[in-house]
């Protein structure tokens, strides 16, 4: 037998000398081989390896490595650790290295702190239901099929470790970070800084990693004997020039076909074409409504939330045009309490719309507010969305502010409903120049920060020669972490 083979009786042997604890270590250590056999056991799952040629006595030996048990290396294979770590030195290793980190930390959790992290998650995964005896890695195994975590995106696991003070265990997941984004004989696939949600990518989101795993028809290199798989790297605009190789850092990851979903829902009727125009050219998937009321509105925005396409996206937009108060708005409705604002966003964050999480998300409001005297049976909601009724005695509602979750980006433009009422055809200021700077092919390869600085400056020169009620306030509220480009590569 050379070292190329692994014979039934050697694996039959192996299986027996480990406990349960071990065979979940290699299984999930050989999780991504055989993503068809994942539920198999283990001596199923290493049976159809080695039938696959993709398990030799080096990989073999390397999973022995990995569960710590050297004892079997040398009664067995007739090894020792050293050669082992010798091997796994010069060689291409069967088991990536994000595979060995999960099962690094899950060596050094208790299962008080996996229940503390099965609770921290329901923020984030509310489908997450466990038993409390399972294992850190059954619980990555529930983040991977809700693609909250992947290879690329383990921003989401090191927030609930700085939650649990584990400040070790975010030590070695950034030394991952870093040792996956400098290329080697033996890197995996880079990191790209995530909750890109892709949490996000995570993919922050990139394609889910199974997905990515399996697809292996076109761009990507295999080693039959180690199953190294390598997609080529598809650099923007932006990512050329001497600091690419910190985009992944510093920038959101922009490069999905389509970009994302564009809601456009405009409930005046006068700038959804070179919306709907603009937002294409850039690369989004457009869907439009016009002229919705408040139940209609709501219910567009929760069927546009739990699209299953925004996990292959890289971001969303979402543009509303409607008369309204500061804080919600009417749509077609004449006596309505309105619809806050602040619910909408709401919809898209990452606990409600988990595809999206770590991903950027930009809200363009433009509402023409209606005098208070002229709200007909409108009593303004409370910011927290609850059921009590405003009366006479109710003290007002506190000014709406966008709460500090990750990757929003909110610009919110106010022009008195007059100018709509003196000019019923005429578009939004706003959103007129906010169009004319994306269609540039200069202004559009600046950050969308920069892009909203001009429109401000353009907006502000806009006012200075306006009525007082023609004019507009723009404002800006965002918690974006990253540098945001609005191209597609």
């Known amino acids: 037998m050379t070292k190329c083979q692994v014979s ?3 694996i039959h042997q192996i299986e027996q000398e480990l406990d349960e604890e071990e065979e979940e270590m290699m299984g999930f250590l050989c999780r991504d081989l055989a ?7 283990l001596k199923e799952l290493l049976v159809a390896l080695n039938d696959r040629e993709q398990l030799s006595w080096f990989g073999l030996s390397e999973l022995l490595y990995r569960v710590k048990r050297f004892d079997l290396l040398k009664r067995i294979l007739k090894t020792e650790k050293a050669e082992v770590e010798a091997h796994l030195a010069r060689s291409l290793r069967l088991i990536p290295d994000y595979r060995v980190l999960m099962v690094e930390i899950n060596e050094n959790l208790e299962k008080d702190e996996v229940g503390s992290l099965v609770f921290l998650l329901r923020d984030y995964a509310p489908r997450v239901k466990m038993a409390k005896d399972k294992s850190f890695l059954a619980l990555v195994v529930c983040l991977e099929k809700l693609h909250l975590v992947s290879p690329n995106h383990l921003d989401l696991i090191e927030n609930c470790f700085r939650n649990i003070h584990r400040i070790d265990l975010i030590k070695k997941i950034q030394k991952y970070k870093y040792e ?19 949490l996000p990518d995570l993919s922050l989101i990139d394609p889910p990693y199974n997905s990515r795993v399996q697809n292996t028809n076109t761009g990507k290199s295999q080693n039959r004997g180690s199953l190294i798989l390598t997609e080529p790297v598809h650099m923007s605009i932006q990512e050329l020039g001497p600091a690419s190789n910190k985009v992944f ?13 564009c809601l456009i829902i405009d409930c005046v009727g006068n700038d959804t074409d070179v919306l709907e125009e603009t937002f294409r050219g850039l690369g989004y998937d457009i869907c439009c409504h016009r002229y919705l009321n408040t ?14 396409k925004h996990r292959n996206c890289d971001s969303f937009v979402c543009i509303l045009i409607s008369r309204g108060s500061p804080q919600n708005i009417y749509c077609t409705d004449s006596t309505s309490s309105g619809f806050p604002l602040e619910q909408i966003k709401k919809y898209f964050t990452a606990d409600s719309c988990p595809e999206l999480l770590g991903k950027p998300k930009l809200f363009f409001i433009q509402s023409y507010i209606v005098p208070e005297n002229e709200q007909e049976y409108t009593s303004l909601l409370e910011v927290d969305g ?3 009724k405003s009366s ?24 008195d409903a007059s100018a709509i009422e003196k000019s019923p055809n005429s578009s939004s200021y706003y959103l007129r120049c906010l169009a004319e700077l994306l269609h540039n092919p200069h202004k559009r390869k600046l950050s969308i920060l920069d892009i909203h600085t ?3 400056r353009r907006v502000y020169e806009w006012n200075k020669t306006s009525d007082i009620r023609q004019q507009y306030s723009l404002l800006l509220q965002h918690t974006l972490r990253k540098k945001l480009f609005l191209c597609s590569t």
């Open 8 to 10: 039934a009786a050697l």
């Open 35 to 41: 993503p068809d056999l994942a539920t198999a056991d």
């Open 180 to 198: 996956a984004s400098v290329p080697s004989v033996h890197s995996q696939p880079a990191y790209v800084n995530a909750l890109q949600a892709s």
């Open 249 to 261: 850092d510093d920038q959101y990851r922009m490069q999905s076909q389509p970009l994302g979903i």
């Open 295 to 308: 139940n209609t509105m709501n219910q567009t925005l929760l069927e546009v939330a739990r699209v299953q």
């Open 386 to 388: 609850n059921d009590e």
């Open 392 to 415: 006479g005695n109710t003290k007002k509602p506190c000014k709406v502010t966008i709460p500090q979750v990750a990757d929003i980006f909110w610009s919110h433009c106010k022009v």
């Open 454 to 456: 001009e429109l401000n």
